[in-house]
């Protein structure tokens, strides 16, 4: 199996905070999740495919506003149709909180792990096209 690895980068908007405090809803690292998956599906088969289930979904931190989140993920077992994935969440870059100045951003030195998950994406053997000429889904 090739190693297929996808690696996405994104600030948290104040349009993503849900709860006081500029807090983040955990919803919106499976949203990163299901992007990452999507692109991993596509270097391996060439098609979206569908995100069936999560078999596991740990929020281990707070992610708030301003928050710069590393999405990544890899497949771990592929399988006629299915393609089993784990995905990891770090927190990158944080607001600086500072008095006067609410630009100011500190790049964190060892990225803080904040939402792990593991799941299972599947491709219609029709849909499949890295294997043989393409045919429309």
């Not at 299901?34 to 931190?61: C, K, M, N, P, W």
């Not at 301003?66 to 393609?83: H, L, N, P, Q």
């Not at 951003?105 to 000429?133: I, N, Y």
């Amino acid at each position: 199996m090739e190693n297929y690895t996808s690696l996405i980068r994104l600030r948290i908007s104040a349009h993503d905070a849900h709860y006081a405090g500029g807090l983040v809803d955990g919803a919106r690292m499976l949203h990163l999740f299901g992007d990452v998956a999507t692109e991993l599906l596509i270097r391996s088969d060439g098609d979206e495919g569908l995100f069936v289930a999560y078999d596991e979904v740990q929020f281990l931190a707070p992610v708030h506003a301003g928050d710069y989140i590393e999405a990544s993920g890899r497949i771990v077992a592929m399988g006629k149709t299915s393609r089993k994935m784990v995905f990891e969440a770090r927190k990158v870059i944080v607001p600086a909180g500072m008095a006067g100045q609410p630009s100011a951003a500190d790049v964190l030195a060892e990225p803080l792990v904040v939402c792990k998950a593991s799941g299972t994406c599947v491709v219609p053997l029709h849909c499949q096209r890295m294997a043989r000429p393409p045919v429309r889904c």
